[in-house]
């Protein structure tokens, strides 16, 4: 397990829209952030099942007194098939906590037509990034 702690990605006014560090608009005192990273090795039994029962019980057990967003370049969404396979987080709880305190013009919509305006063809995205913002268009 690896812990960091920083503090909120105040580049410009509500920092960068899909960073897991930007600061809630409404909540002015969540001015740090607590990073969480689990380590396992390939083919640990019982890993994703573990992954997800921590991603599921950090929602919970944070919620109404911190935000929790995930990282992009790690493991989350957690299924029985591995990370980025819960259709639930990746459809609706993800996408909800980079929504949640957020003005009209920076929330999870925002960033996705971000993408459409700079990336028109396609270039910069593959299954799984089309996959994850299919349903915000």
């Given at each position: 397990?690896?812990?960091?702690?920083?503090?909120?990605?105040?580049?410009?006014?509500?920092?960068?829209?899909?960073?897991?560090?930007?600061?809630?608009?409404?909540?002015?005192?969540?001015?740090?952030?607590v990073w969480f990273d689990t380590a396992?090795?390939?083919?640990?039994?019982?890993?994703?099942?573990?992954?997800?029962?921590?991603?599921?019980?950090?929602?919970?057990?944070f919620a109404g007194w911190a935000a929790v967003r995930p990282e992009w370049p790690k493991g989350w969404?957690?299924?029985?098939?591995g990370p980025w396979t819960d259709d639930f987080v990746l459809r609706t709880a993800w996408p909800e906590a980079f929504r949640a305190g957020q003005p009209a013009g920076s929330r999870w919509e925002d960033a996705i037509a971000v993408l459409e305006?700079?990336?028109p063809a396609g270039v910069f995205r593959g299954p799984f990034v089309e996959a994850l913002f299919s349903d915000a268009r």
């Open positions: 397990m690896d812990f960091r702690v920083t503090a909120t990605d105040t580049a410009g006014p509500t920092g960068p829209l899909l960073s897991p560090a930007r600061p809630r608009i409404d909540r002015p005192a969540w001015d740090t952030v396992t090795f390939p083919g640990t039994p019982g890993a994703y099942v573990f992954h997800r029962d921590l991603e599921q019980w950090m929602v919970r057990h969404g957690y299924g029985p098939e305006r700079h990336d």
